[in-house]
């Protein structure tokens, strides 16, 4: 995700809403009021708090919440920027706080992450909507009994697919297995349709998304982690990422012309206009889609690897941003009463849901079908009959997502053979472990 995500342009978005605030210190009662969700400043100064997230599609809406939110809390200013797309989130934020400009909230994907910035976050374990959090969404930034971060959503990663040329081709169940993959493919290219768009010039999209499955086929993939990092374990070798390098052969084979020199906009737009029936992507999508051709008959289902339906018929699903308080803010108790009024107001609620069309990561907060969408129903499903995946690369080294982007990009450009390609991943761990 883009996040987490999901979604993601190809290149850098910095858009922000900066607004002029008065200093000033609460007192001990705002306080105990920013914890219980109420306005966080009685002192009658004005303090801003500093949002720094990297989700591009919902810029649009977090600014709307804006003008609602201060109309609410007058005593609070909300500064909204945001790095996403192709963009490298992680540099920037780390330039933020290098340069003396910290945020008061930004984005965490937990796990390996919390722990690269764990002295720089709040403990939120005594806020009102921690009780309410689904299991698996409160996971990632949960560490020893306390929780640090506020998940924004699940997101489901898989292919969307385009139901109505599934059905044009005579393709009546989804594919479960690599071969089924194949099969419809084949099925697509005979009435002249381009199975796969892949956008796979983002980085995002292979050394992020992509190489989940990967390490969650493995037989226990925090073991697997572990032994990369003691030395114990190897990606070379490894038979299922050798079954997932299948996988990226075949999408390019049965794909466009050009896969490196493809982004995410122009894969959305070719699949939205169906000239492709099948895309990498996330429930986020939806709202892109709908964007370009309205009420499209649009579907979700796992990256199958291999011939084991077993394995593939589970859906990769993370947490693609957390939100986080910096602990040395001046204004993290007004950081906390936006983050309680996101989750808790009928306005922020209905954002989350019908706006941007998210899983919620709180029971409190319902959504229909129609409010998430074909995707996000998809997606649901899957969380509710238990067949999912976690999404796996919070857990990896700081900055190796690019680096086996660049290495699989090696492999799609023919710059290098299977072998050579689990090497030089195996390299880009070695390299960047602690």
């Known amino acids: 995700m883009k996040k987490r995500s999901a979604l993601m ?74 790095v996403g797309g192709g963009a490298d989130y992680a540099a920037a934020l780390k330039t933020k706080f290098a340069s003396g400009d910290a945020p008061d909230i930004f984005s ?155 982004d995410a906009n122009t894969h959305l737009a070719m699949f939205a206009k169906g000239e492709t029936a099948m895309m990498q992507e996330g429930n986020w999508a939806q709202t892109l889609v709908d964007n370009i051709t309205p009420n499209m008959n649009i579907g979700m289902f796992p990256m199958p690897i291999n011939d084991d339906p077993a394995k593939n018929d589970k859906m990769t699903v993370g947490i693609p941003a957390n939100l986080v308080v910096n602990k040395d803010s001046g204004s993290k108790e007004e950081a906390k009463t936006f983050l309680n009024w996101l989750v808790t107001s009928d306005m922020g609620k209905e954002y989350i849901t019908k706006k941007w069309k998210f899983i919620p990561a709180l029971k409190t907060i319902e959504a229909t079908p129609e409010d998430i969408g074909a995707l996000g129903s998809d997606v649901w499903k899957y969380v509710q009959d238990g067949k999912v995946y976690g999404l796996q690369s919070s857990k990896f080294p700081d900055g190796v997502t690019q680096e086996f982007a660049s290495v699989i990009q090696e492999l799609i450009a023919g710059k290098t053979d299977e072998a050579g390609w689990e090497k030089g991943m195996q390299a880009a761990w070695d390299k960047l472990k602690k």
Do not use: R
């Open 9 to 82: 342009l190809s290149s850098v978005m910095l858009m922000s809403v900066m607004l002029a605030a008065c200093g000033g210190n609460s007192n001990n009662t705002a306080s105990n009021n920013a914890s219980n969700g109420s306005a966080g400043n009685t002192s009658g100064a004005v303090k801003t708090v500093k949002i720094f997230q990297f989700k591009t599609e919902i810029v649009e809406g977090l600014n709307e919440l804006k003008v609602e939110f201060e109309k609410e809390h007058p005593s609070i200013k909300l500064d909204i920027q945001t």
């Open 108 to 262: 965490n994907g937990g796990y390996a992450e919390m722990d690269l910035w764990g002295d720089k976050l709040e403990d939120l374990s005594d806020q009102p909507w921690v009780k309410d959090l689904i299991p698996l969404a409160a996971e990632p930034m949960t560490k020893d009994g306390k929780t640090y971060g506020m998940p924004m959503n699940l997101e489901g990663i898989g292919y969307v697919y385009n139901k109505d040329l599934f059905t044009k081709a005579g393709i009546t169940e989804t594919p479960k297995t690599i071969t089924e993959l194949e099969e419809a493919a084949k099925k697509l290219q005979a009435i002249d349709v381009t199975p796969f768009g892949n956008a796979y010039q983002e980085w995002w999209l292979l050394g992020n998304q992509g190489i989940s499955v990967a390490f969650a086929q493995q037989d226990n993939v925090d073991e697997f982690i572990k032994g990369l990092n003691g030395g114990t374990a190897s990606i070379v070798g490894n038979p299922v990422f050798k079954d997932w390098s299948n996988l990226l052969n075949l999408t390019v084979k049965y794909g466009q012309k050009n896969p490196l020199t493809t």
